[in-house]
């Protein structure tokens, strides 16, 4: 078994230099190397450039076809968990009452149509299930304040399958179910481990949010979808140009030449700037994660000059003279052309709120310019006539928007505080009701039924060690695997701390659960232990694993049923409400 130690310099043997060798090392030395090793510190061997920049896996074997067969056992498993019964609640549930009736819209008009008489939900809800939304559906544009793409994935579903349940939840639940296998084979890349890879796409699956969101027609599984996409591609890449750079250098080090190397084509990070421009268009929260994951990348690309002999100011220099306009070319410019096609159906037609709005007009640029508590006024206007006026209505609607989401604060009883996210202190209850006897298999005199939104508490709560741990591996041993996905993890809850009078609810978590994952993932690996451990020391790192993943899955077995929306004792439903603020 492989642990999380397979890092960039892979474990090699000492070539002998002379005839008689290596004089040992005195019995002090091994003593104290191996009270080291205990922490995570050992002496880094001397390895090829080839080796250093671009590992070998530890555990690749025909059998496996590359790693693939067991990543593709666990998808599956994750795609029964969340195709078994997925039309189940047969409700409109939760958030589903905007955007399973916006998905149809999309498909019908091409932009948000209005739905009538919302002020009488319930009647609305139970004729969109049934399919009676004839009567409810008005060609007029409806004021919605997030992009389109999301919607459109819901939307895909109900034209494959139907307005139900099942149709308007069928491609989120394809995409929860996809990004286990993205995150079997982003961990096995990272990690160089197949092992560690199909652990972390296994305590993904059994991740309670993930899977309840997988289950449901909201927008931020479709975010944490693209987002990851990104990540995954952004980690090719780092393999990618690694190795094409290992290939440019067969001579070895050189400092000057690690300086004025180009790195070529990068046609991953061209995907990665696709796929950041799908997370911008399902929802604004995406925008954080384009900036993080440039820098990101950036370093990634400052640490291959450095490995190739690169030194001092001259690294980060190299990054920013060669490296840096590339990247925005190919992220930021990529993303912002996905990001304004995500608009062509509210572009290419007439009836879009606001769409209309320039015609006429002056096309004057703005004279105040506000951000946050910064306003400034009197600035000088500009002939903006030359930018076709759906393309100005559209920048005014981005306003109307912006203006909706940093007023946002009406207070909401399930709202939660950021802080409280990992510990999983508020979650969103989506689904309720009361049965009684006779009432839905209800054996008892009172029974309860819910879906709720809340992560696998044991997974979670590994998930502050684990992030403690990665803390430390990125600080002390400078592991670039733990800043990954530390990142990752900032990159989705980062910046919501600064939104804390904002209303926020626990389920916009979901975007950085994957990297929870990873993280216990890589803190499970360092329980099995490194290479070269005693057959005593892999034994009780076995058996520590196997009891973390034995716990969490137990963990989400048992909330299962209020994942679900299953019938169950309504002290049943009690002993799942481990902490008051759960209910």
Not at 26 to 42: G, I, K, V, Y
Not at 266 to 279: E, F, K
């Amino acid at each position: 078994m492989t642990s999380d130690v397979a890092t960039d310099n892979p474990t090699r043997k000492r070539t002998p230099e002379g005839g008689g060798g290596a004089a040992p090392a005195p019995p002090e030395a091994d003593a104290w190397s191996r009270t080291l090793a205990r922490f995570s510190f050992r002496p880094r061997p001397r390895v090829s450039l080839r080796e250093r920049l671009v590992p070998n896996f530890t555990d690749s074997t025909p059998y496996t076809g590359g790693g693939w067969l067991p990543c593709i056992l666990v998808t599956l498993m994750a795609g029964f968990l969340r195709f078994w019964k997925l039309g189940q609640p047969d409700a409109v549930i939760f958030d589903e009452t905007y955007y399973a009736k916006d998905g149809w819209s999309l498909i019908h008009y091409g932009y948000e149509g209005t739905w009538r008489d919302l002020s009488e939900q319930d009647k609305a809800n139970d004729a969109f299930v049934n399919g009676n939304y004839g009567d409810y559906l008005s060609p007029d544009g409806s004021y919605i304040v997030h992009p389109p793409i999301g919607k459109w994935t819901i939307g895909l579903g109900e034209w494959m399958f139907g307005v139900d349940p099942f149709g308007w939840r069928f491609m989120v639940a394809l995409l929860g179910t996809l990004s286990v296998l993205m995150l079997c084979r982003i961990g096995r890349r990272l990690f160089r481990s197949t092992l560690l890879g199909c652990i972390a796409g296994l305590l993904l699956a059994l991740d309670g949010l993930h899977f309840v969101m997988s289950r449901t027609a909201l927008l931020d599984l479709v975010l944490m979808f693209w987002v990851l996409a990104a990540f995954g591609a952004l980690v090719v890449d780092r393999d990618d140009t690694r190795a094409a750079v290992a290939r440019k250098m067969r001579e070895g080090i050189d400092p000057h030449r690690a300086v004025r190397l180009g790195l070529g084509l990068r046609p991953w990070r061209i995907i990665a700037g696709v796929c950041m421009g799908l997370a911008c268009g399902t929802k604004w929260s995406g925008v954080p994660v384009v900036l993080l994951f440039i820098a990101l990348t950036l370093f990634w690309d400052a640490g291959t000059r450095r490995a190739a002999g690169a030194v001092g100011w001259r690294v980060y220099a190299a990054v920013l003279r060669r490296d840096l306009p590339f990247a925005l070319l190919s992220i930021v410019a990529v993303a912002v052309v996905v990001y304004v096609w995500s608009w062509s159906g509210w572009l290419l037609t007439d009836g879009g709120y606001n769409r209309q709005w320039a015609d006429g007009r002056d096309g004057l640029s703005p004279d105040t310019f506000k951000f946050g508590p910064l306003k400034v006024s009197g600035i000088p206007q500009f002939d903006m006539t030359w930018v076709p006026e759906a393309f100005r209505s559209l920048w005014h609607y981005h306003g109307e928007m912006w203006k909706f989401h940093n007023g946002l604060d009406d207070p909401h009883v399930y709202q939660s505080n950021p802080w409280s996210w990992m510990v999983l202190g508020r979650p969103v209850s989506y689904y309720f009701e009361n049965k009684s006897q006779g009432q839905a298999g209800c054996e008892v005199d009172k029974c309860a039924q819910e879906v709720l939104g809340i992560g696998t508490p044991f997974l979670w709560w590994a998930g502050c060690f684990a992030a403690v741990y990665l803390l430390f591996r990125w600080a002390a041993r400078r592991d670039w695997r733990a800043g990954a996905i530390l990142c990752g993890l900032a990159a989705g809850l980062g910046p919501w701390m600064f939104k804390q009078d904002r209303t926020i609810f626990l389920f916009y978590a979901v975007v950085f659960v994957p990297y929870i994952a990873l993280a216990v993932a890589m803190m499970i690996g360092a329980i099995l232990g490194p290479p070269g451990s005693s057959d005593r020391r892999k034994a009780w790192g076995a058996a520590g694993a196997v009891a973390v993943i034995a716990l969490i899955a137990w963990n989400f077995l048992y909330f299962y049923p209020i994942y679900t929306g299953t019938t169950i004792p309504l002290s049943d439903w009690q002993d799942r409400m481990w902490w008051t603020t759960w209910i």
